[in-house]
């Protein structure tokens, strides 16, 4: 049983770059939550996509943008990167929305680093 | 704004020994908590999870105790391994529009010393 993967592990960019994380949810889980998470703290909630559309944001500017597709995989794109934006990026996949029956489960998470 | 935060950043203990991580949360809407774990290099992974209409759960070797007067929850580990050694979270959710977006705190760092 295939848990929650996310690619690439690491990436280096540029700031003023543009980047696209991806993630596969967990076999069975329908919607896809990403979180940043600083070193040394807890991972923030960016937003959240269930049936294709975005269903909850969190305090993140507009430069961060996702998408779902039709098999329930999720990417999350960053424009105009600053510096401030490296973090590692968690996706957390579920079955359905605000089911606490189905606790989210984080993949590894994607480490960006911006220069 | 409201947020979950832990009482101590850091937490040591001896191998054999209980270990008690501790977390207060501000939310009085919160309905879900979880505790997770996290490994270097690792994304949180899920230990235990309690509702609001619950003050004590059980699992295997750990136990989550909530106490909504005081808003306080915490997470105990029995007969504490090297394997425990991590940062634990604890999250939770809850309230109108939470949907199962969570809430984390900033986590305490359990080492076990051999």
């Known amino acids: 049983d295939a848990g929650v993967t996310q690619s690439p592990t690491h990436l280096i960019k540029t700031r003023g770059q543009q980047v696209t994380l991806r993630c596969s949810p967990k076999s069975g889980h329908d919607t896809v939550s990403w979180y940043q998470q600083a070193l040394g703290q807890g991972p923030q909630f960016i937003f959240q996509?269930?049936?294709?559309?975005?269903?909850q944001r969190g305090n993140f500017p507009d430069r961060f943008s996702g998408h779902q597709f039709p098999n329930y995989s999720s990417e999350l794109n960053v424009n105009a990167l600053l510096l401030g934006d490296s973090a590692l990026y968690l996706c957390?996949?579920?079955?359905?929305?605000?089911?606490?029956?189905?606790?989210?489960?984080f993949g590894n998470g994607t480490r960006l680093t911006v220069t | 704004g409201e947020s979950v935060g832990l009482h101590l950043p850091t937490l040591s203990v001896q191998e054999g020994d209980n270990s008690i991580i501790n977390c207060a949360y501000s939310?009085?809407?919160?309905?879900?908590f979880i505790w997770y774990k996290q490994e270097s290099g690792k994304g949180p992974q899920f230990i235990i999870d309690i509702r609001s209409n619950m003050d004590k759960r059980q699992g295997q070797r750990v136990t989550v105790l909530l106490n909504k007067t005081v808003k306080h929850l915490s997470l105990q580990i029995a007969a504490t391994q090297p394997g425990d050694s991590a940062v634990y979270f604890c999250a939770e959710t809850g309230g109108e529009g939470s949907g199962s977006r969570l809430t984390f705190g900033e986590g305490t760092q359990l080492t076990v010393n051999p």
């Open positions: 957390a996949s579920s079955l359905g929305q605000g089911n606490h029956n189905s606790p989210l489960h």
């Open positions: 996509y269930y049936e294709e559309e975005e269903r």
């Open positions: 939310n009085s809407a919160s309905d879900y």
